[in-house]
């Protein structure tokens, strides 16, 4: 089992900046692929941003050009820097870990989740 929690969030205005953490641990070494999602309320889980275990990486066109991700492979830690923050980027955003980078891309359902932090920007 992989144990995936979460820091970050909070309540920032338009044009702001926040960085979320996800702090893995337990059977770590079964995971390639580390990513962000966010639930609006309303609306559909999405993938923001993942990134692989060798560097590669992926971003929702939404967010492309704003947000960052990135991975401390010693700390089993992905970062999401998000900048130039808009009201529509409020949501739920969950961490989630999976074995597989591109099976990440496709799937709804990644093999481990984290619990979640709320993300709101008041406009």
């Known amino acids: 089992q992989v144990q995936l929690v979460e820091s970050g969030g909070g309540l920032v205005q338009a044009g702001e900046s926040l960085r979320l953490s996800c702090a893995a641990s337990?059977?770590?070494?079964?995971?390639?692929?580390m990513g962000w999602y966010r639930q609006a309320p309303g609306k559909q889980r999405e993938l923001v941003a993942a990134?692989?275990?060798?560097?590669?990486?992926y971003y929702a066109g939404s967010v492309k050009g704003r947000f960052t991700i990135s991975r401390d492979n010693a700390k089993n830690t992905v970062l999401l820097q998000m900048n130039t923050l808009k009201p529509e980027d409020t949501a739920v955003y969950y961490c989630?870990?999976?074995?597989?980078?591109?099976?990440?891309?496709?799937?709804?359902?990644?093999?481990?989740w984290g619990q979640g932090t709320q993300v709101t920007v008041s406009s």
């Open positions: 989630a870990a999976h074995t597989s980078f591109g099976e990440l891309l496709v799937t709804t359902t990644p093999r481990y």
């Open positions: 337990g059977s770590i070494f079964s995971i390639n692929a």
């Open positions: 990134i692989s275990s060798g560097g590669r990486t």
